[in-house]
C-alpha cells in the first residue's frame, strides 16, 4: 500500500486518538518496519460493534462502549487512548474467554502469524517508547490486540 494511502487511512480511523502528534509517530514507525495490519476501517463501517470489528481482524481505536469484563464501566476506547491492532490474530483471553471466539487459534503465542503480536514484536517495543502498554504484559487477562496511552 502506498505511504500515503496507509496514513490517510490511519488518519480516518484513529483521529479521535490523535491528542498530540504521538499516534502519527507511532504508526509511521510501524509503517517504517512493515508491520503488516490486515485492516483500518472506522468502527462505523461495522455499525459500532466491537464483537464485528473484531471478527473481521479490524485494527481500531475509538469506540464509545463498555469494558470487556465490566460492562458498567466504560473502556478506556471511549476516550480514545486505546488502539487494538490485528484482534483475530491477537486476541483478547480471560481465562476460558477468547474474543473473537474465532482467534482461539492464535493464543499460542510462540507460533508464527504474519501480523502476530508478542513480547520481543517491535510493535510493543514502538509503543512502548511512546509511553504505551501492551495488554499481553498484564498478569492475568491477556489482551493481546491492546495497547493503551499510560496517563500518568
Same mark, same amino acid.
Given at each position: 500500500? /502506498?505511504?500515503?494511502?496507509?496514513? #490517510?487511512?490511519?488518519?480516518?480511523? %484513529?483521529?479521535?486518538? %490523535?491528542?498530540?502528534?504521538?499516534?502519527?509517530?507511532?504508526?509511521?514507525?510501524?509503517?517504517? #518496519?512493515? %508491520? /503488516?495490519?490486515?485492516?483500518?476501517?472506522?468502527?462505523?463501517?461495522?455499525?459500532?460493534?466491537?464483537?464485528?470489528?473484531?471478527?473481521?481482524?479490524?485494527?481500531?481505536?475509538?469506540?464509545?462502549?463498555?469494558?470487556?469484563?465490566?460492562?458498567?464501566?466504560?473502556?478506556?476506547?471511549?476516550?480514545?487512548?486505546?488502539?487494538?491492532?490485528?484482534?483475530?490474530?491477537?486476541?483478547?483471553?480471560? =481465562?476460558?474467554?477468547?474474543?473473537?471466539?474465532?482467534?482461539?487459534?492464535?493464543?499460542?503465542?510462540?507460533?508464527?502469524?504474519? =501480523?502476530?503480536?508478542?513480547?520481543?514484536?517491535? #510493535?510493543?517495543? #514502538?509503543?512502548?517508547?511512546?509511553?504505551?502498554?501492551?495488554?499481553?504484559?498484564? /498478569?492475568?487477562?491477556?489482551?493481546?490486540?491492546?495497547?493503551?496511552?499510560?496517563?500518568?
Amino acid at each position: 500500500m /502506498p505511504r500515503t494511502s496507509y496514513l #490517510i487511512d490511519i488518519i480516518s480511523v %484513529f483521529e479521535k486518538a %490523535f491528542r498530540s502528534q504521538e499516534v502519527w509517530d507511532i504508526f509511521e514507525e510501524l509503517y517504517a #518496519i512493515r %508491520f /503488516p495490519i490486515e485492516k483500518i476501517h472506522p468502527i462505523e463501517d461495522y455499525n459500532g460493534s466491537d464483537d464485528a470489528s473484531m471478527k473481521a481482524n479490524n485494527s481500531s481505536a475509538f469506540n464509545c462502549r463498555a469494558m470487556t469484563d465490566f460492562k458498567n464501566q466504560y473502556s478506556i476506547h471511549s476516550y480514545g487512548y486505546a488502539i487494538d491492532i490485528n484482534p483475530l490474530i491477537n486476541p483478547y483471553v480471560n =481465562g476460558d474467554n477468547i474474543e473473537p471466539q474465532a482467534g482461539a487459534k492464535n493464543v499460542d503465542r510462540s507460533s508464527y502469524h504474519k =501480523g502476530k503480536i508478542n513480547g520481543r514484536s517491535q #510493535i510493543v517495543q #514502538i509503543f512502548a517508547k511512546h509511553r504505551w502498554v501492551w495488554g499481553g504484559t498484564w /498478569p492475568q487477562i491477556k489482551d493481546y490486540q491492546h495497547f493503551e496511552k499510560i496517563l500518568k
